[in-house]
């Protein structure tokens, strides 16, 4: 599957443009504050029907309009796909599959398999454990839909059982029985979530090893490990142990959402141990990661983002990436650079064909 073409209307600060795309490379050049990032995002919210930098979607329309719409057409081997998202100022979000409007935004994850590599994944290292289980959920739920809904109701259960908590600190009362249930439903789709994860990271930590060797050129050491509060008890239990500290604190102390990845250099946190470099490199082969699992378990060559990629690697490295993202196994690749001499140093070498497009 490729882009043929993208339509941007009112889309943040861009009013109205068409591309037309190579179906190996394509890349964006051009100052910082022209937009080439927000094309990628619009490449991205296609695929998962919102924006990977700003999910609120009405602070995506461009200042002084009341709309946008993204039309993206995909060939494939069976037939052409359009799709469009749109989003009008007091109306519920649209996205349609060729005409047809899905019924939910959920069904449509996984029809595009799309990884992008961004300045933002920074997150993954500095920020706090939702945004790695976001990543990992992320990529499970583009080839499992029923991992998707169990993960969509947990979140929405979860909300429920603690207003329920808060509701009951606010009036001195307590149903056990009412929360029962909530303990109930979380556990049944739970459990199954904790499973999920723990057999994708079995799969997706040799993976990642690899394409961390082949940037670095297996100059260091790095791993991944998943901390689950489920790997030793129950979640049944879990909740049932941590009752009167979720009553006190008036929410859910524990549970799935309470899990996290450790990213690791040398048996040390990248965090407070890596370069910047090192960092860049350890994020890249996540991406990098992520996409070769997608592509293994759907067999189709995900899209791939490069969102000023190459920012904090010495040439080496990415020159390294883009030998990399040369050879056959990959599909269509959009690349953004501040720098063009960089960019064309770099696409000098690769056998692909490749579009510019300075912005």
Request: net charge neutral; charged share 25%; aromatic share 10%.
């Amino acid at each position: 599957m490729h882009l043929k073409q993208i339509t941007l209307t009112n889309y943040k600060n861009i009013t109205s443009k068409t591309f037309d795309f190579n179906p190996k490379i394509n890349c964006f050049i051009g100052n910082n504050g022209v937009g080439k990032t927000n094309i990628l995002d619009a490449i991205y919210h296609l695929a998962f029907g919102k924006s990977y930098f700003n999910p609120i979607s009405i602070q995506n329309i461009q200042i002084g309009t009341d709309f946008f719409a993204l039309e993206g057409r995909y060939e494939t081997n069976e037939r052409e796909e359009k799709i469009i998202c749109s989003v009008k100022k007091g109306q519920k979000k649209t996205l349609k599959r060729n005409g047809k409007i899905y019924d939910r935004i959920a069904d449509h994850i996984g029809l595009i398999p799309t990884v992008i590599i961004s300045p933002a994944d920074r997150d993954l290292i500095s920020e706090g454990s939702s945004t790695r289980r976001k990543f990992i959920d992320a990529v499970i739920g583009q080839t499992d839909a029923e991992f998707l809904r169990n993960l969509i109701e947990y979140n929405k259960i979860l909300s429920q059982r603690n207003a329920l908590l808060k509701y009951f600190a606010l009036n001195h009362t307590f149903d056990a029985d009412t929360l029962e249930i909530y303990n109930e439903q979380l556990t049944t789709r739970g459990q199954p979530i904790h499973e999920k994860r723990k057999l994708f990271m079995e799969q997706f930590i040799p993976i990642f090893k690899e394409r961390y060797h082949s940037i670095s050129d297996k100059k260091e050491t790095v791993d991944l490990s998943y901390d689950s509060q489920l790997h030793t008890i129950s979640h049944k239990i879990l909740l049932e142990e941590s009752l009167s500290k979720d009553r006190m604190i008036q929410h859910t102390t524990t549970g799935i959402h309470k899990d996290d990845i450790h990213l690791l250099k040398d048996e040390q946190p990248i965090k407070k141990f890596g370069s910047q470099g090192q960092q860049k490199t350890f994020l890249v082969a996540l991406k990098l990661a992520q996409f070769d699992f997608l592509k293994a378990e759907t067999g189709v060559a995900p899209i791939l983002l490069l969102d000023d990629a190459f920012d904090k690697l010495d040439q080496q490295r990415v020159s390294q990436i883009i030998s990399l993202v040369d050879q056959n196994d990959f599909g269509q690749i959009f690349i953004t650079d501040t720098h063009e001499d960089r960019t064309l140093q770099a696409l000098s070498n690769t056998q692909s064909s490749y579009e510019l497009f300075k912005l």
